[in-house]
């Protein structure tokens, strides 16, 4: 993993930092549509928004201030973002390069950083990408069940389709064809992703039973659930196949 020397924590931080001027920046992706674009602390690299974690820092329980994750970007105060994975966020910790970082950002009073930083980034990763499904699921962009997913897939109704992570390969394969059919893309291998949480966290989080595959019939909604999935994914370190709205597996209309 890259360090960049005098690297500044962020722009939330400092209102003006050399080599990312977020206003200036957030201006001219917004230009080109990009949207709001901001800096890892750890590798430098500038990226959307939506794609980084931000590390919100607040007071602990003694009144000094400790870093901890925050996933939907609304804690007030300030804070950094990171663009890592779990492995190489584990790894900045152990060599110092994160608390550095913040140190620099934080000169007269750095952050305390949780030995279990990387447990709690996890879960408010999981967190978002869950409570986006129960919302999705509460506004009827939801399909679970086989039969329900499978008639909706040949009708080329179904934007995304995915598979918990125990669920069936026989069921899976199954639903990945009737999804091919109403796609008109059978030959082609697309298949429904396979989502880092099993039936349990799935049935959880849309607050019925034994939930195994899903599918979101709206493209809009695809794009907010695929791009918490992609920033999930990455971080736990998976394939990220998965890139937001534009992933080839969340269908066009």
């Known amino acids: 993993m890259r360090t960049p020397s005098n690297e500044t924590v962020s722009s939330d931080i400092d209102e003006q930092v050399p080599e990312f001027d977020e206003g200036t920046v957030t201006r001219r992706s917004g230009a080109r549509g990009d949207g709001p674009m901001r800096k890892c602390v750890l590798t430098g690299r500038i990226a959307p928004r939506d794609t980084l974690l931000r590390l919100a820092v607040g007071p602990g329980a003694d009144g000094k201030p400790v870093v901890l994750p925050d996933a939907l970007a609304k804690a007030p105060g300030r804070g950094a973002w990171i663009g890592v994975s779990r492995g190489e ?5 152990d060599k110092g390069h994160l608390r550095n970082a913040l140190a620099r950002g934080f000169k007269s009073a750095p952050p305390a950083i949780p ?8 879960d408010a990763l999981t967190r978002a990408f869950t409570a986006r499904l129960g919302i999705e699921y509460r506004g009827g962009n939801v ?18 389709l995915a598979h918990a992570s125990d669920a069936g390969a026989d069921g899976s394969r199954k639903l990945d064809q009737a999804w091919r059919v109403g796609e008109d893309k059978e030959g082609t291998g697309a298949a429904g992703d396979s989502l880092p949480l099993d039936r349990d966290a799935l049935s959880v989080a849309l607050g019925r039973d034994n939930v195994v595959h899903l599918a979101l019939t709206d493209r809009a909604a695809a794009g907010r659930v695929t791009a918490l999935l992609a920033r999930l994914n990455r971080y736990l370190g998976h394939d990220p196949g998965a890139e937001g709205p534009a992933d080839q597996r969340a269908s066009e209309p």
């Open 143 to 160: 399909l679970a069940g086989s039969d329900r997913i499978a008639e909706a897939a040949r009708m080329g109704k179904v934007r995304w």
């Open 89 to 93: 966020l584990e790894e900045a910790i």
């Open 115 to 122: 030995a279990d930083l990387p447990d709690l980034c996890e």
